[in-house]
């Protein structure tokens, strides 16, 4: 069964920080990845899907990249603000499933 | 606007009461998915449906059941089986291989 992992659980950052973020993945069969924003009690928002052939997507200041092959995805948050502030969670697709990370906190100080 | 809707924002459920949570999709996808998210978890599947009149189960599945009888609608029916409701639900859908919408969740209790 995939395992998904994040890490760190939590990160605190002062505004104006560039970040990464991890994900890695058990299995290597995916069809793609796909990173989400929550706000607390908010349902999730899509921020990047990448497919399984891509290696990176890009939106404004976020970049996502993939490397399946060694189970891992990184989301890279250039020059943070306090809106960025919110959980991020990763998720692999497996074809029928997806299956979602714990997620990482993310607190930037003004 | 296309999205999910799903309602109740908070229900609150009597012991050996059923309970039904709407989500509603007017994105046209065929896919629908229920995850129920635990704090410090992350989202486990509960069911979803590739397509009208079929579903499957997810990880979770005991204590819940679903319909697919319209391609806009997936109904949960969290049943008086499931000893531990309590959670934040969240409905999903997906149309082949793009990005997975999300409604805003329904947040179910215990009375």
């Known amino acids: 069964k995939q395992e998904v992992t994040q890490i760190p659980a939590a990160l605190s950052v002062p505004e104006g920080e560039n970040l990464v973020l991890n994900c890695s993945f058990t299995d290597s069969a995916i069809y793609n990845l796909q990173w989400f924003r929550q706000d607390p009690g908010k349902g999730l928002t899509s921020l990047l899907l990448?497919?399984?052939?891509?290696r990176e997507q890009t939106s404004g200041r976020l970049n996502a990249s993939l490397d399946k092959s060694s189970g891992r995805s990184t989301l890279y948050i250039a020059a943070s603000q306090p809106g960025d502030s919110a959980t991020y969670l990763c998720a692999v697709n497996t074809g029928n499933q997806f299956y979602f990370g714990t997620g990482t906190s993310l607190t930037v100080i003004p | 606007d296309g999205g999910i809707t799903q309602s109740p924002k908070y229900l609150f459920r009597k012991e050996g009461q059923n309970v039904t949570l709407s989500c509603e999709q007017n994105l046209n996808h065929d896919a629908m998915y229920w995850y129920r998210q635990d704090p410090g978890q992350g989202l486990r599947l509960i069911y979803y449906s590739q397509i009208v009149n079929d579903f499957q189960k997810g990880d979770i599945a005991e204590g819940y059941s679903v319909s697919r009888e319209k391609k806009e609608s997936f109904p949960l029916t969290v049943t008086s089986a499931q000893k531990n409701p309590t959670a934040f639900y969240l409905c999903a859908s997906k149309q082949g291989n793009q990005p997975q919408h999300f409604g805003d969740g329904t947040r179910l209790s215990i009375l």
């Open positions: 990448i497919q399984s052939s891509q």
